[in-house]
């Protein structure tokens, strides 16, 4: 049975309707087109949260709930939604009492456009379930997904899904998570059947099979009886395999097998969620949400295998007074209150709302929370549990609750917030950086203020989409992860602010760095009637590691540069480092040292050391060879056969450097590094070259170098730009 005492004394408050051992916290995760939202979908029409199943080519899920999901079949926002799941008994032995446990689902998206919103889900997230298709197996967003679960120590369980379609593979799906994702991943369902055939699923640990009846649309009829005949001696092998691996890894089992002693479903069980719950170990379910089989298994994996909130390490933040100082912020409903505001959004209906995930401690309608960022307090008038696009009020939230706060002012992505006498700041979640932009401008004066409220409003809620104007130009540009990134912005910005705007071709978000070392020197001397400035500033600037970004150090020694006046350098190095020397793109992966320096008793200030910071870095700049960067893509493209030199050719000329063919059983998968700025139009270039056949994915990998005849080109259009209007 899960803890429910700390200190010997509950952790759930009495007025909880659901006890915190009961509660799970997941997200549903996957690349995209692996069959998340229709299996999110089937688990609300389980647990009898919804009374008809929609589809994603029909437009009406629940959690695809935005006009612009439905009309293209995917997901873009992250949608929280609550269902309730009664494990029944049905001859299976079950860990847990025959009592309801309720569910916390975020259905996340899985074009990589959308990355950010399954960034900040996977922070407040106690568990998930990575979906995988049962022919492509792991895809490149399966991997980045991944990544993404293991750096914020989220416990997983995979399902294989679509194990109805033709060319689906089980075994080979359950390979390649242990080689491409290296999980330590053992399945605990197999399949009865595959593709057309494919009629239930083996409960491995229980050694029984679930079969669906074949006239049931709704997949609610399904027995549970004996394992074939022709089918047992795999089931058995899969389960000496499966006590083998948690043998491996679990004391408890490993005596078991060492005396030789039967292990019972129930004692297996438990040890792999131990397992599970401390990231040591993947169960691996299978099925077809879509032909709906294997769904409900999956529910009971969820309660079953995946933690709650006591069961996973307590939130650790940082003391906002003394950075090295760590707080522990352990799931009690009778602790402080603290929680992580992780997304913002704006509702037509109620304004603003704060998605915020509760650590510790419970919140009433009407108190006074504390933000440590801004240092100020505010008073919660609404608190709303949420279902996808519904809004339910409710009066109290409890440890280890998903909800949101309507009014208040001054929250960005990443916030704690907290009692006031509870100052506690949590990690927030990390965001990757825009690398595609474009200009908008609107068509009247009437839409310039609507475009501005609507491009604040955007930004707030979404931490990978930026806003600002190019100074010498004057545009107004917005940058983003993707050209469908923009697209969707720029389709909000029509419907739901009502602005008519026009909108100039992407453009690349191109960095500049330099190559080899260098020394600058700047001064800034300005002599007038009275008082003049004066500074004087030297610095050495020479290449960092790549991704380490800029590093700034102070290395003045004697007093040089007075104390009060190394901010002012740092400043204007900062500022440089922003506009560039080349074609006025931000600089990266630099490292610089303020050496040395002069200044004047009566003329120097602030402002002639922030000059001569930017004059420094412009002139070492120069002799350290800046060049700059372009960002490159990881592209996998899937493709029947026939089709596969005409799209190799293509990817050549698009200067693609092609890392792997590999060969499926229905389809040849190309896997190859290209630069954005090639990628422009890809869609409809590999729809032409393929009859319609062939499909792409493609995510960040890294910025390289811009080769010199096309970063001749680019130079010479960024000189030819027009000046910046008044």
């Not at 998570?177 to 290296?182: A, F, V």
């Not at 792997?660 to 070259?689: H, Q, W």
Request: aromatic fraction near 6%; hydrophobic fraction near 40%; charge should be negative.
């Amino acid at each position: 049975m899960e803890a429910v005492m700390e200190n010997n004394r509950p952790v759930n408050s009495p007025t909880r309707p659901y006890p915190m051992e009961r509660t799970r916290n997941i997200g549903i995760a996957a690349h995209i087109d692996a069959g998340k939202t229709t299996t999110t979908e089937r688990i609300l029409f389980y647990t009898g949260l919804i009374h008809k199943m929609g589809d994603v080519d029909d437009g009406n899920t629940v959690t695809d709930w935005m006009e612009q999901e439905r009309e293209r079949g995917i997901t873009i926002t992250s949608a929280a939604t609550t269902c309730y799941w009664t494990q029944k008994d049905d001859g299976l032995v079950k860990l847990f009492a025959n009592t309801p446990h309720r569910v916390n689902i975020i259905d996340t998206p899985g074009h990589v456009d959308f990355t950010a919103e399954v960034e900040r889900s996977l922070r407040v997230l106690d568990g998930a379930v990575a979906v995988f298709c049962g022919v492509a197996g792991v895809q490149p967003q399966s991997e980045t997904v991944w990544r993404q679960a293991t750096k914020y120590k989220v416990p997983r369980i995979a399902f294989v899904n679509k194990m109805d379609r033709t060319g689906a593979n089980f075994e080979n799906a359950v390979n390649e998570m242990r080689k491409k994702l290296g999980a330590y991943a053992y399945p605990v369902f197999l399949p009865i059947g595959k593709e057309d055939a494919l009629r239930g699923v083996i409960d491995v640990v229980n050694q029984k099979a679930i079969l669906y009846d074949p006239d049931d649309d709704f997949g609610m009829k399904y027995e549970v009886t004996e394992i074939p005949a022709d089918l047992k001696p795999g089931a058995e092998m899969a389960l000496a395999e499966l006590i083998d691996a948690v043998s491996n890894k679990d004391d408890q089992i490993a005596e078991l097998v060492i005396e030789d002693k039967r292990i019972e479903p129930a004692v297996l069980k438990a040890a792999i969620r131990r397992l599970t719950c401390k990231i040591e170990m993947v169960p691996v379910l299978c099925g077809s949400a879509f032909k709906k089989r294997g769904v409900q298994p999956l529910v009971d994996a969820v309660v079953d295998y995946l933690p709650s909130p006591l069961d996973v390490p307590a939130a650790r933040g940082q003391d906002p007074e003394d950075a090295a100082r760590a707080i522990e912020v352990p799931s009690d409903d009778h602790g402080k209150f603290c929680s992580l505001a992780f997304k913002l959004w704006t509702d037509p209906y109620v304004g603003k709302l704060v998605f915020f995930r509760v650590y510790s401690g419970t919140l009433k309608k009407g108190e006074i929370i504390y933000n440590p960022r801004t240092r100020k307090r505010e008073r919660v008038s609404r608190v709303m549990m949420i279902q996808a696009d519904k809004r339910i009020d409710v009066d109290t939230v409890y440890a280890g609750d998903i909800a949101a706060l309507v009014g208040l002012r001054n929250i960005t992505t990443g916030d704690t917030l907290c009692d006031e006498d509870f100052e506690v700041t949590l990690e927030p979640p990390t965001f990757p950086e825009p690398v595609i932009s474009m200009a908008v401008e609107p068509k009247t004066r009437a839409d310039r203020d609507k475009l501005s409220e609507g491009l604040q409003r955007l930004a707030e809620e979404d931490p990978t989409f930026r806003c600002f104007t190019n100074e010498e130009t004057g545009q107004l540009i917005i940058a983003g992860m993707g050209e469908l990134h923009l697209e969707i912005i720029r389709d909000r910005l029509f419907r739901e602010f009502k602005v008519e705007a026009t909108a100039g071709a992407p453009q690349i978000a191109y960095r500049e760095t330099v190559t080899k070392s260098a020394e600058g020197e700047g001064k800034f001397i300005r002599q007038s009637g009275g008082r003049g400035q004066y500074g004087h500033a030297c610095i050495t600037l020479g290449p960092n590691e790549r991704g380490k970004g800029v590093e700034i150090e102070n290395e003045i020694v004697g007093g040089a540069i007075p104390k009060e006046y190394i901010p002012a350098v740092i400043h204007g190095l900062e500022e440089a480092v922003a506009g560039g020397v080349l074609a006025g793109y931000p600089m990266v992966d630099l490292k610089i040292a303020i050496t040395d320096g002069t200044f004047h008793e009566v003329d120097s200030s602030e402002l002639a050391f922030k000059m001569a910071g930017i004059f420094a870095l412009k002139d070492a700049a120069k002799k350290a060879h800046a060049i700059l960067l372009e960002p490159i893509m990881k592209v996998e493209v899937t493709t029947p056969d026939e089709y596969q030199g005409d799209l190799l050719g293509d990817l050549n000329r698009r200067r693609g450097k092609i890392i792997a063919i590999d060969v499926k059983d229905t389809a040849t998968i190309i896997s190859a590094e290209v630069a954005l700025a090639e990628m422009f139009g890809y869609a409809t270039a590999i729809r032409s070259l393929s009859k319609g056949r062939a499909a792409y994915s493609m995510e960040p990998l890294a910025f390289e170098p811009v080769p010199n005849s096309i970063a001749e080109k680019i130079l010479d259009t960024a000189k030819s730009r027009p000046a910046a209007r008044s």
